[in-house]
């Protein structure tokens, strides 16, 4: 079936150290993909977005790539701040689809 | 725009009881999803609907569950009777159709329920 499979958390960082979440997905057809981010207390808001291979979505330095040949969308950002602690899910949605379909979120914890 | 828009933000009741959450998604959103985020099993798709039909409701866990979507602009997610297992926070989410897989959905901020 339709599924997305992201890294377990939690992942504790220092302020400044580069992040890399990983996500891989299993989808028939050519899904977009994305990543929410859920702060503290608060729903889930989308991150950035990438609609076809090869894609790049990008927002608040964060980045992730749609590599169609090894199916993932892993998440990076350079430089982690204490403000990007929160939890983190890749989803993907599929052509034609109405859902939203979740991984089971990263748990990040950026100490100052 | 407001956003989507969840009542109440907390609720606290007793096993047993009804409990009734709210949702008002985006002005002019079509497609509007219940979900269920716990600990133990983090963020379930209970029910969605498009264009007030419910299109699946294959997560919803039993029949003490029920969801309605009366008009474009507000739906609900009923509970009778409610048992401590159901203890989560319930998210309500709305997005475009139309735009297909390229929509995003947009989150309320959840309404935290416990049954004790």
């Known amino acids: 079936g339709n599924s997305v499979t992201q890294m377990e958390g939690p992942v504790t960082l220092s302020e400044e150290a580069f992040l890399t979440i990983n996500c891989t997905y299993t989808?028939?057809?050519?899904?977009?993909l994305f990543w929410y981010v859920q702060y503290p207390g608060e729903g889930l808001q989308l991150l950035l977005k990438?609609?076809?291979?090869?894609d790049k979505g990008s927002n608040k330095g964060f980045e992730a790539t749609y590599r169609k040949e090894t199916t993932s969308f892993h998440l990076e950002k350079g430089s982690v701040q204490v403000s990007d602690s929160a939890v983190y899910f890749c989803?993907?949605?599929?052509?034609?689809?109405?859902?939203?379909?979740f991984g089971a979120g990263t748990r990040l914890f950026v100490k100052a | 725009d407001a956003g989507v828009i969840q009542s109440p933000r907390h609720e606290v009741t007793e096993m047993g009881q009804e409990v009734t959450l709210r949702c008002k998604p985006i002005?002019?959103?079509?497609?509007l999803f219940w979900y269920r985020q716990t600990m133990m099993r983090g963020l379930e798709l209970l029910i969605y609907?498009?264009?007030?039909?419910?299109?699946?409701d294959s997560g919803m866990p039993e029949d003490r569950f029920s969801a309605k979507m009366p008009n474009a602009s507000f739906s609900t997610l009923k509970i009778q009777p409610s048992e401590p297992r159901d203890s989560a926070v319930y998210f309500c989410?709305?997005?475009?159709?139309?735009?297909?897989?390229?929509?995003?959905?947009?989150f309320g901020q959840g309404t935290r329920l416990t049954v004790v």
């Open positions: 989410a709305s997005s475009l159709a139309g735009q297909g897989q390229r929509a995003e959905a947009f």
């Open positions: 989808a028939t057809g050519y899904p977009s």
């Open positions: 990438a609609t076809k291979a090869d």
């Open positions: 989803a993907l949605k599929l052509s034609g689809g109405f859902k939203t379909i």
């Open positions: 002005s002019g959103h079509n497609s």
């Open positions: 609907f498009n264009n007030n039909v419910p299109i699946d």
